[in-house]
């Protein structure tokens, strides 16, 4: 069997894909037949427990997506739990310098590339006994950039080897920037990051991806992002939930249709 390659996706075309703060298999199954290219499971800020991240992946990969795993911490077992169970790509959180990416990686990889625990159960069950000869090839480790020390230390990071790619956490980024915790800021500050990160990903030959919307997709693809989330659960069921109100009353909401974005 042939495993898919989230690397795959990103080098034919930008890799869109969808987010699950939620649990529900369905809602990741259907953004998969959507046509998403990637459907990231978040263990960090979302609600799913551990089996329903299982059943999710499942779901995504089935229905044709990369599964992938935002894990809640830069820990080997964290990272491991969530590989064993089947996801193609995990996205790590807080990786300040070149100690946290070299961490971050090696628990991605099997010796002698890395240090990662065998027992990959879920990811053998359904991709191949095969599995372990090709995980490491197969693997996608994304590190997260969205912190100011981050920045400071961008070339140090993206030197490590067995870094697949970045993930812009624009939010975090703007905390800690002094911005207004958004997905987007016109300030000089925030652009000027987006540009370093840019700059610093073509020098290392690294891969760049960030959160978005449909909005800001297309200028993001412009820059030069080869990895985008535009679709979220939590916000399109408020925001459909909300809009069918508004409209069946003929008036509008006293509330926001759409939550607070700061948790992208």
Not at 152 to 159: G, T
Request: net charge negative; with cysteine.
């Amino acid at each position: 069997m042939t495993i898919p390659r989230l690397r795959d996706r990103w080098a034919e075309r930008p890799a869109l894909g969808a987010w699950m703060f939620l649990r529900e298999p369905m809602t990741a199954e259907s953004a998969a037949r959507m046509g998403y290219d990637y459907v990231v499971v978040d263990l960090q800020h979302g609600i799913a427990s551990d089996p329903e991240a299982l059943a999710m992946m499942q779901a995504a990969e089935a229905a044709g997506a990369i599964p992938v795993a935002r894990v809640a911490t830069n820990h080997p077992m964290t990272i491991g739990r969530a590989l064993d169970a089947g996801a193609l790509a995990v996205i790590i959180p807080m990786v300040n310098n070149a100690d946290d990416a070299r961490e971050a990686v090696a628990a991605c990889r099997y010796a002698p590339e890395g240090t990662r625990s065998y027992g990959p159960v879920a990811a053998i069950s359904r991709y191949s006994d095969d599995y372990a000869r090709v995980a490491n090839d197969t693997v996608a480790c994304l590190i997260m950039i969205e912190t100011a020390e981050a920045l400071e230390n961008l070339d140090e990071i993206l030197s490590v080897p067995g870094i697949d790619g970045i993930y812009v956490g624009p939010v975090d980024l703007s905390l800690t920037l002094g911005l207004a915790p958004q997905p987007y800021n016109d300030d000089p500050a925030f652009l000027d990051a987006i540009d370093a990160v840019l700059a610093a990903c073509e020098r290392h030959g690294i891969v760049p991806g960030i959160h978005a919307d449909e909005v800001l997709a297309p200028r993001w693809i412009e820059r030069g992002f080869r990895l985008i989330t535009v679709g979220y659960d939590q916000f399109a069921v408020i925001s459909g939930l909300g809009s069918a109100l508004e409209v069946s009353r003929g008036e509008p909401l006293d509330g926001p249709k759409q939550p607070f974005t700061g948790y992208r």
